[in-house]
Every structure is written in structure tokens, then in C-alpha cells.
């Protein structure tokens, strides 16, 4: 079954660390996306990326950095310079080439907390 | 920049009962987009609504798009327990080129058998 992937599951960060959160696709979606999600609150864009070797910063991208050298594959660091990262964090992906008819796919998430 | 705020941020009804939450951009949308996140789970993306004033429907749910594609309404008729979850509209503002969605702040839905 194609799916997203996510891992680890949960994540326990030491501050001053850099973590990375792992995202891949089999879906063969160009567009894959970064949201943090926090208790009470909506999602909120990290980054996201069209094509592979492309990225753009979204709303709070501050603290965070990507790649996105395959295109099955988005990795998330959250950096020692995001000062609150305990969050849950969202990857997601859509197949832009078939219009806009669909949304978005979302893995199951990484639950980080900084210990 | 683009805000999608929803109202109710929580409803707790008796199974049987209706529920409705609204959704409002400050900005035109070029679509909206619905998606149910059940509690410990992901967002699940349930359907789209491009058009002004256009009405889909998914069996027990209804989903309105206003005619100034500013705002959405989800209705769900007699709530059954496995309607229990967080609501979440997301946007796309009109005129831009890539789908980025904006997401609204979600409704948290409680259902009691």
C-alpha cells in the first residue's frame, strides 16, 4: 500500500541538540509539506518543497531546516536554535500534476519533546 | 498574512444530536479543503470545495462553501461516537500559484452515547 511514513514515532530531545524527523513517500507525490501541530492549536506550515532540490520556507520556519534530495524523501531537523520545539510534527504530500482536486496525505506524525 | 480561525473550538453533543462548525478566512480562497483528525491520529483529508456557494454532500455530512468563497460550513445530521474528533478547514488564498493551504485552528468534537 503506498502510504507516508514517518519515524520515530515519538522523540525525546536533549536541549542544545539538533534532531531529524523522517518523512518518506511511495506515493510518488512531486509536493511534500512540514507542520507543527500543538495542543489546542491548528497547523502550522514548516516548509514545503515542490520539486526535488527545491524547498521554500513556510510560516514559522525559523528553528528548522530541510532537504529534499529524493523525491520520496523530506527530511525535518529541528535545531538547537528553535526555542520550543516540543510539538507534534505532521509531513504531508500531494500529487500536484493531477490539479487540485485532492488533498493533502498525511503521515502519522513524530511526537517530539524536548527533555 | 492569511487567518482561518473556526468556531466552535469545541462542541460535546449527545449521539442523535446535530453539529456544525464554521470556518472563516480573512482572505478570499481559491478552495477549500476538510479534513477529520480522530484524537491520537492524523489529519485524514474528507473532501474539497472549489466553486461559490457550492454544497457537497458525504453521507451524513454537509459541506457549504459561502458565495464569497470566505467562508465554510461543515454539518454533520445525528452525530454517531465515531464522529468524535478535531474538524480542520485549510484554505488556499486566491491567486496563488502552489497549493499551500492554510489551516483553521480546528473544532473538537465530542460525542456521548
Known amino acids: 500500500d503506498g502510504g507516508i511514513t514517518q519515524s520515530p514515532k515519538y522523540l525525546f530531545r536533549k536541549e542544545g541538540q539538533n534532531v531529524t524527523l523522517s518523512c518518506e513517500q511511495n506515493?510518488?507525490?512531486?509536493?511534500m509539506y512540514w507542520y507543527r501541530q500543538d495542543p489546542g492549536q491548528g497547523l502550522r506550515l514548516i516548509y514545503y518543497s515542490q520539486i526535488v532540490n527545491d524547498f521554500q520556507k513556510g510560516d514559522i520556519a525559523e528553528g528548522y531546516s530541510v532537504s529534499r534530495e529524493k523525491k520520496e524523501s523530506f527530511p525535518l531537523t529541528v535545531t538547537s536554535a528553535q526555542k520550543n520545539p516540543t510539538a507534534f510534527y505532521l509531513c504531508?504530500?500531494?500529487?500536484?500534476?493531477?490539479?487540485?482536486?485532492?488533498?493533502?496525505?498525511f503521515g502519522s506524525g513524530t511526537r517530539l519533546t524536548v527533555v | 498574512g492569511q487567518q482561518v480561525m473556526q468556531i466552535p473550538q469545541y462542541q460535546h453533543v449527545q449521539e442523535g444530536e446535530d453539529f456544525t462548525t464554521y470556518c472563516n478566512s480573512s482572505?478570499?480562497?481559491?478552495?477549500i479543503q476538510w479534513y477529520k483528525q480522530r484524537p491520537g491520529g492524523h489529519p485524514v483529508f474528507l473532501i474539497q470545495l472549489v466553486k461559490s456557494g457550492e454544497v457537497k454532500k458525504q453521507k451524513r455530512l454537509t459541506f457549504q462553501f459561502g458565495e464569497a468563497k470566505k467562508n465554510s460550513s461543515l454539518h454533520i445530521t445525528a452525530t454517531q461516537t465515531t464522529d468524535v474528533g478535531t474538524y480542520f478547514c485549510?484554505?488556499?488564498?486566491?491567486?496563488?500559484?502552489?497549493?499551500?493551504?492554510?489551516f483553521g485552528t480546528g473544532t473538537r468534537l465530542l460525542v456521548s452515547p
Open positions: 506515493l510518488n507525490h512531486d509536493a
Open positions: 482572505t478570499t480562497l481559491s478552495n
Open positions: 485549510a484554505g488556499r488564498k486566491l491567486g496563488t500559484g502552489f497549493q499551500k493551504l492554510v
Open positions: 504531508a504530500s500531494r500529487n500536484s500534476r493531477t490539479g487540485s482536486n485532492y488533498g493533502y496525505t
